[in-house]
C-alpha cells in the first residue's frame, strides 16, 4: 500500500476503500462495509451546508432569547418568562446552582457554539495550519457539550407536565421554547456537517489536486 | 488456554498486518495491527484512540444492553414524578413528559423529545443487542452493519443523560413549592442513564465494525 494512493475513509465506519480516478457526474459512491455515503474531497459542501445552518441558527437565536419560553401561574397570577428573566427569577429565589446551570446551558453553551463554528469554518476557508490540534479539541468540545443545552426544553417540558392544578397552579409552554429548541438542533446539525477532517487535510488537499 | 490465545493472535497478525487504517479522527494512516489484551492504539499524529482489546467486551456489552432493556421497560411503566397540591395529585411518565408540548400546542417539540428520550435510547439498545449477538453467533451480519451505522449517526441525539439533569432541575425548583414524590421510574431512569453510558464506554466501535465486515456476504 503506497502512502499517497487516493484512499477514501468512510466517515461512519472508518472503512477504507479506494478513490476511483474519474468520476462520472452525479455517480454516487459508497461505503463497501456500511454503506454511507463517500465523498471526494472536492465534492465536500461541507462548509457551505454548516455556513447556511449556522446563519439559520443564529437568526433564531435572537426570538429564542426575546420571545418567553414558559409561564407559571400561582393563583391565577404570573407572567411569562423568557430564558434571561427566569435565570433572574432563580437568582432572586436564591437557588444559583439552578440559575448557573440554566445560564451556562442555556445562553452561554448556544452562543459559543455559534462563536466556534464560525471560527473554525472561517480557519478551514482560509486554509489555514494554525494550531490545528487546539482547533480539533475546540471541535470535539463544541460537538460534545451541543446537546446539553436541551436541558432547559426537558425542564419545560417535565414542568407543563406535572404542574397542572388549573388554577392553582400552572406552568405552560411559550414559542420562546420553540425556536430555542430550533436554535440546538440547528446547531447540533452544523456540528455534523462540518467536516472536522478539514481542519488537518486542507492545504494537503490543495497539494495533491495540483 | 493462553497459548491457543497467543497462536491466534500470531495467526491473525500474518494475515492483516498490512491492513491500512485510517484515525477516524484526523484521517492520518496507520497499519492496524493485534494488540494484546487490554491495550490500546492511537493516532500517532492527533493522539485520538483508534482502536482497543478489551477482554470480554461482548459478553459485558450484552449484559449491560440486557439490564438496560430491563431498566428501560421499568422507566416507562412507572411514574417518574408526581406532585401533591391541596389534595390535587399529578403524575408524570416518561411518556407524558415527552406529550407535555403536544398538549401545548407544539407537536414538533413533543415529537422531539419522544425521538431524545425514547426512540433512540431504545434504537441504541436494540442495536447493541443484535450486533453482539451477530458477532457472536457468527450471524450473517448486513441487518446489524445497517442498524449499527444508524444508531452511530443518531447516537448525539439519544439525549437521557441531559434529561436526567432536567429532571434534577425540576425537582430542586418544584422542591419548595409543593410536595414532590419521587416515583420508582425515577431510580430505573438513573439505572438506565448509567448502564447505557458503561456500554458505550466499553464498546469499542473499531473492533464491531471490523467482526461485522469480515462476516458479511
Ligand atoms: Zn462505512
Ligand atoms: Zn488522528
Known amino acids: 500500500m503506497a502512502e499517497n494512493e487516493a484512499l477514501l475513509q468512510c466517515r461512519v465506519c472508518g472503512c477504507l476503500s479506494h478513490a476511483p480516478t474519474q468520476l462520472k457526474r452525479f455517480e454516487v459512491m459508497h461505503c463497501p ?4 455515503r463517500l465523498k471526494l474531497a472536492q465534492q465536500s459542501t461541507s462548509v457551505e451546508e454548516t455556513w447556511a445552518l449556522l446563519i439559520a441558527a443564529a437568526i433564531l437565536y435572537i426570538p429564542a432569547n426575546f420571545l418567553p419560553i414558559m409561564s407559571v401561574y400561582m393563583l391565577g397570577a404570573g407572567q411569562p418568562d423568557t430564558i434571561i428573566t427566569g435565570v433572574y427569577h432563580l437568582l432572586e429565589a436564591g437557588q ?30 482560509r486554509r489555514s495550519r494554525w494550531r490545528q490540534h487546539d482547533r480539533m479539541r475546540l471541535y470535539r468540545i463544541t460537538e460534545y457539550v451541543g446537546r446539553w443545552s436541551m436541558v432547559d426544553v426537558f425542564v419545560i417540558a417535565i414542568l407543563t407536565g406535572l ?19 430550533a436554535v440546538v438542533v440547528l446547531t447540533m446539525f ?19 489536486l495540483t | 488456554m493462553q497459548t491457543i490465545l497467543y497462536a491466534d493472535l500470531i495467526a491473525s497478525f500474518m494475515s492483516v498486518s498490512a491492513e491500512p487504517i485510517a484515525c477516524q479522527e484526523c484521517g492520518q494512516l496507520h497499519r492496524y495491527s493485534p494488540l494484546a489484551l487490554g491495550k490500546t492504539a492511537n493516532c ?17 456489552v450484552l449484559a449491560l444492553t440486557l439490564a438496560g432493556l430491563t431498566l428501560f421497560v421499568l422507566t416507562n411503566v412507572f411514574p417518574l414524578l408526581g406532585l401533591r397540591a391541596q389534595g390535587a395529585e399529578q403524575e408524570l411518565h416518561l411518556l407524558g413528559a415527552s406529550l407535555a408540548f403536544w398538549d401545548q400546542g407544539y407537536p414538533l417539540l413533543a415529537g422531539l423529545i419522544i425521538l431524545n428520550i425514547i426512540i433512540f435510547p431504545l434504537f441504541e439498545l436494540l442495536t447493541l443487542l443484535v450486533v453482539v449477538l451477530t458477532i457472536r453467533y457468527h450471524w450473517r451480519s448486513s441487518t446489524a452493519i445497517f442498524l449499527f451505522r444508524w444508531m452511530r449517526e443518531f447516537k448525539p441525539w439519544g439525549m437521557l443523560e441531559v434529561f436526567m439533569l432536567g429532571v434534577l432541575v425540576a425537582v430542586v425548583k418544584l422542591g419548595d413549592l409543593a410536595t414532590l414524590i419521587v ?17 458505550t464506554t466499553l464498546l469499542d466501535p473499531f473492533s464491531v465494525w471490523r467482526a461485522l465486515g469480515k462476516n458479511n456476504g
Not at chain 1, 462495509?33 to 454511507?36: I, L, T, V
Not at chain 1, 481542519?199 to 495533491?208: G, L, S, T
Request: aromatic content about 10%; glycine content about 6%; overall charge neutral.
Open chain 1, 33 to 36: 462495509r456500511c454503506g454511507a
Open chain 1, 190 to 208: 452544523a456540528a455534523r456537517t462540518l467536516d472536522e477532517h478539514l481542519i488537518w487535510d486542507v492545504a494537503q488537499q490543495e497539494e495533491e
Open chain 1, 96 to 125: 444559583w446552582p439552578l440559575a448557573l446551570i440554566v445560564f451556562v446551558a442555556s445562553i452561554v453553551v448556544p452562543l459559543l457554539k455559534l462563536f466556534t463554528l464560525s471560527f473554525l469554518l472561517i480557519s478551514i476557508q
Open chain 2, 183 to 199: 416515583g420508582a421510574a425515577f431510580w430505573s431512569f438513573a439505572g438506565l442513564v448509567l448502564t447505557m453510558a458503561a456500554a
Open chain 2, 44 to 60: 500517532r499524529r492527533c493522539g485520538a484512540l483508534l482502536y482497543r482489546n478489551r477482554p470480554d467486551m461482548l459478553d459485558s
Open chain 1, 163 to 181: 404542574v397542572q392544578f388549573g388554577n392553582l397552579a400552572r406552568v405552560d409552554a411559550n414559542l420562546g421554547s420553540l425556536s430555542f429548541a
